[in-house]
């Protein structure tokens, strides 16, 4: 069998890290890793070992699981209890503690909750169930956008009448300026950009960063190589003050991104605001389903009442989830973190997927 080595450019890597150690400025600087998949290879790849200790990352809001709302999860176990309903959903969703209860406890108890692993899935569950309502969760954020467009198109065309999409889809560069209009601009002193969504929306939607906040951007891959040129990138925007947006992923980005793809987005959603896990209500950060497809609008078709739990927080009142996804506190400062809280019993959302950050922290010590 080929030996696939995990670290395909160990010299590459060497320089990069090197490079890293000699350019980093001396006093404390901070960037932020937007995408959950760069936070998991990061600790994965022990890439955080070899940075030098003054350049913190963040971890930003870019595991789709973890920033769906409280309450989407919360009236997502209101319509799997609705009789005469499938939900159909990933497989991270089951475990995300709502105000009282899970996918997964609500399976247990009788509901029906299908795994799928696409919207199309989904949308041959409700073509094999005609009786039943197939509810299908639609969470993530530009890069599945397309994909689930393409299902709400096919649906349309096929005729079908009982699928519905829940929506929880998010766009990142509104949550970025969310973040810098917070107060953290003087923190953050880079992005490292998420290489998956930026090859659908390309380059131009994070100029504004640059441009308004000062601040540099990389995009970046998901190799070793890729995540530490995208670090050097950023201190030597930050040191030369040449803040802007440089694309370190072009074998998979193009300046202009994905325009079939984004036409497929615009033709079947439309951009309206979105509650997000630990940053709150966020205008113009999310997408929902256009009038015309209105009936295909879970929300519209088969309307439950929102849940406002009292702490608009997860099943445990001490997970600080919201404020590890507001990049306030990192997730050894949470008091459950790897105590009562791993990923064989997650108590938040940033435990439960493998994008999120307390899980990358729990299994890459
Ligand atoms: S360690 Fe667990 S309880 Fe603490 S913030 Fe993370 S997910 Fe929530």
Not at 4 to 28: M, N, S, T, W, Y
Not at 74 to 85: E, H, K, V
Not at 121 to 131: D, F, I
Not at 151 to 169: E, I, P, Q
Request: glycine content about 8%; hydrophobic content about 40%; charged content about 20%.
């Amino acid at each position: 069998m080929k030996y696939v080595d995990e670290f395909r450019a160990p010299r590459l890597v060497g320089l990069l890290a090197g490079a890293i150690q000699k350019e980093c400025p001396r006093q404390e600087t901070t960037f932020m890793e937007v995408c959950g998949t760069h936070t998991q290879n990061f600790r994965r790849f022990g890439l955080h070992k070899i940075l030098p200790p003054q350049l913190k990352l963040l971890a930003g809001p870019g595991c789709p699981v973890c920033v769906s709302a409280p309450d989407f999860i919360d009236r997502a176990i209101l319509y799997a209890r609705l009789p005469g309903t499938i939900i159909a959903t990933y497989g991270d969703m089951l475990r995300v503690p709502g105000s009282a209860s899970t996918l997964e406890k609500e399976r247990a108890r009788g509901a029906s909750v299908h795994l799928v692993y696409s919207a199309l899935e989904a949308l041959l569950l409700a073509q094999k169930n005609p009786r039943h309502k197939v509810i299908f969760l639609a969470v993530g954020f530009e890069t599945t956008a397309p994909t689930i467009a393409l299902t709400v198109r096919a649906a349309f065309r096929a005729g079908v009448k009982n699928l519905f999409f829940f929506s929880s889809l998010k766009l990142i560069p509104p949550a970025m300026r969310h973040l810098l209009t917070r107060g953290m601009g003087p923190k953050i002193r880079g992005f490292l950009c998420p290489g998956h969504v930026s090859s659908i929306i390309g380059i131009k939607p994070y100029d504004f960063i640059a441009k308004s906040y000062t601040i540099g951007c990389c995009i970046a891959g998901f190799e070793p190589h890729d995540m530490l040129q995208g670090i050097l990138s950023l201190i030597r925007q930050h040191k030369d003050r040449t803040p802007g947006v440089v694309n370190q992923y072009r074998r998979l980005v193009k300046p202009c991104g994905n325009r079939r793809a984004q036409r497929i987005i615009a033709d079947v959603f439309e951009v309206s605001r979105a509650d997000w896990r630990g940053l709150g209500v966020i205008e113009a950060s999310g997408l929902r389903l256009r009038k015309r497809l209105r009936e295909f609008d879970a929300e519209h078709a088969i309307p439950v009442p929102a849940v406002t739990p009292a702490r608009k927080g997860t099943g445990d009142v001490s997970c600080r989830c919201q404020e590890v996804l507001a990049a306030q506190i990192s997730p050894v400062e949470c008091p459950l973190f790897r105590k009562k809280c791993s990923p064989s019993r997650p108590l938040g959302p940033c435990m439960v997927s493998s994008e999120g950050v307390c899980n990358a922290y729990y299994r890459y010590r």
